[in-house]
C-alpha cells in the first residue's frame, strides 16, 4: 500500500512539473518577437485585400483660355475635364483573390514560425535538464567521495590505507567541483538563451523538471502526416497564389473602360440676340484602352508557368528533407533509448559493485583505487543516463515538430 501511495505521488507530482513546459511554450508563442512580426506580416498582407479593392484615381482638370476661341454661340473662356478609368469586369475581383491567396501563404508562415519556436524551446528546455541533472549528480559523487575520504583517513589511522589513496581522493573531489562550475556556467547562458526566446530578462530563474523518465513505449511515427505539415502546405499556397495570378493577368490583358465629361463656359456675344446665346457647353465622354502590345502578358503567363514548375520542383524536394530528417530522429530516438537502458543497466551493476566495496571495507581490506575506478564508472554511466535522456526528448522534439498535426 505504501508503494502505491508512492507512485501516484509521484505521477500527480510527474503531471504537475509536466506542465511547465507547455506553459513555456505558451509563454513563448504570447511574447516572441519573431511570432509578432511573422503576425505583423500577416495582417500586412490581408490589409493588401482592402488596397487593391479600388479603382484608378479620377482625372480631373481645367483650363483658362488665355485667346477666347470665338464659336457661333459665344467665346469659350474656360474648359473642365473629369475622366474615371474602370477595369474590365471581373479585374477587382481578381486582384482581391489573389491578395487573399497571398495572405493565406502569410498565415502558413505564422504556423511554421510557431513550430519553429515550439522546437527551439522545447530543446533548450531539455539541455537545462540535462545540465541540471548533470550538477545534482556530480554534487552527489562529489558528497560519496567525501565520504570514502573520511574512510580513507580512518583506515590511515590503522594503516590500512596510505595518504596517496587520499591524496587521489582529493585530486578526484577537486576535479568534479570543476565540471559543476563549468556546467553553472553553461546553464547560465543555455538560461540566457532560453529566456531570450521567452522576450524575458536573461537571468530570470527557469525551472526544469527534476526527472525525467522515458516512456515505456514509442507512439508510431507515420510519414503521411507529412502531407499535412505547414511547411508543404506553404507550398500547396504559393502554387494557388499562382493560379490567381495568371487569372489577374488575363483579366488585365483585357481592354479598360473610360467614362468622363468635358464642360466649356462660353461668353454671350453682346452684340447678338439669338437662341442658345452663351450657352454653355457640356460633352459625355467614352474612352477605350486597348493593350495592342501584349507582349507583356503573354511573358507574364510564361513566368506564371514556370514558377508552377518550381514550386512542384521545391516542395519535392522539402517533402524529401523532412522524410529524410523524421527517419533520422526516428532512428536517434531509438538509439537513445538502447542506450538509456545500457547505462542503466550498467549503472546498477557498478553499484552492486560499489556494496561489496562497502563490505569489503568491514574487514579492513578495501582498495581506494577501486574505489576511484567505481566511482568513475558510475559517474560516468550517470551522466550517460541524462545524455540518452536528453538526446531522446530532443529527438521527440524534432518528431513532434514534423510529425504533430
Do not use: C
Request: aromatic fraction near 8%; charge should be negative.
Amino acid at each position: 500500500m505504501r508503494y502505491i501511495i508512492v507512485i501516484i505521488t509521484l505521477l500527480i507530482f510527474t503531471q504537475s512539473r509536466g506542465q511547465d513546459l507547455q506553459s513555456y511554450l505558451q509563454e513563448a508563442e504570447i511574447n516572441n518577437p519573431e511570432i509578432q512580426a511573422f503576425e505583423l506580416r500577416y495582417d500586412i498582407a490581408e490589409e493588401k485585400v482592402n488596397e487593391v479593392n479600388t479603382l484608378p484615381n479620377t482625372e480631373v482638370s481645367g483650363g483658362y483660355f488665355v485667346s477666347e476661341p470665338e464659336t457661333r454661340t459665344g467665346a469659350q473662356s474656360v474648359r473642365f475635364s473629369a475622366r474615371q478609368m474602370i477595369p474590365w469586369f471581373g479585374t477587382i475581383t481578381a486582384r482581391e483573390n489573389y491578395a487573399s491567396a497571398l495572405a493565406d501563404a502569410e498565415y502558413i508562415e505564422v504556423a511554421i514560425a510557431k513550430r519553429k519556436l515550439k522546437l527551439a524551446v522545447s530543446q533548450s528546455y531539455y539541455r537545462l535538464y540535462a545540465i541540471e541533472a548533470k550538477q545534482r549528480v556530480l554534487e552527489e559523487n562529489i558528497e560519496l567521495l567525501d565520504t570514502y575520504e573520511r574512510l580513507a583517513l580512518t583506515s590511515l589511522e590503522v594503516g590500512n590505507a596510505s595518504a596517496v589513496d587520499v591524496l587521489r581522493l582529493q585530486i578526484r573531489q577537486n576535479e568534479l567541483v570543476e565540471k559543476k562550475e563549468v556546467l553553472e556556467q553553461d546553464f547560465l547562458a543555455e538560461q540566457s538563451e532560453f529566456n531570450n526566446r521567452l522576450n524575458r530578462e536573461e537571468g530570470e530563474q527557469v525551472v526544469v523538471y527534476d526527472s525525467v523518465p522515458l516512456p515505456s513505449e514509442d507512439f508510431i511515427i507515420s510519414v503521411d502526416n507529412l502531407n499535412n505539415h505547414p511547411e508543404l502546405l506553404k507550398y500547396d499556397e504559393l502554387y494557388e497564389s499562382v493560379e490567381l495570378a495568371e487569372v489577374l493577368n488575363q483579366k488585365e490583358s483585357l481592354p479598360d473602360l473610360g467614362f468622363g465629361a468635358d464642360y466649356v463656359a462660353v461668353t454671350e456675344r453682346p452684340d447678338m440676340d439669338f437662341n442658345d446665346n452663351g450657352k454653355d457647353i457640356f460633352m459625355p465622354m467614352v474612352s477605350l484602352s486597348i493593350p495592342i502590345f501584349n507582349n507583356k502578358y503573354k511573358s507574364i503567363s510564361r513566368q506564371n508557368e514556370l514558377r508552377q514548375l518550381e514550386l512542384d520542383a521545391q516542395k519535392d524536394e522539402r517533402r524529401n528533407q523532412l522524410e529524410t530528417t523524421l527517419e533520422r530522429a526516428r532512428s536517434n530516438r531509438e538509439a537513445s533509448r538502447i542506450t538509456y537502458n545500457t547505462q542503466l543497466n550498467n549503472l546498477e551493476q557498478a553499484r552492486d559493485a560499489e556494496e561489496v566495496l562497502i563490505r569489503s571495507y568491514e574487514t579492513g581490506t578495501i582498495d581506494f583505487n577501486d574505489v576511484l575506478d567505481i566511482q568513475e564508472l558510475q559517474l560516468k554511466f550517470q551522466i550517460g543516463l541524462i545524455e540518452a535522456t536528453k538526446n531522446y526528448y530532443v529527438q521527440m522534439a524534432i518528431i513532434n515538430y514534423l510529425n504533430n498535426n
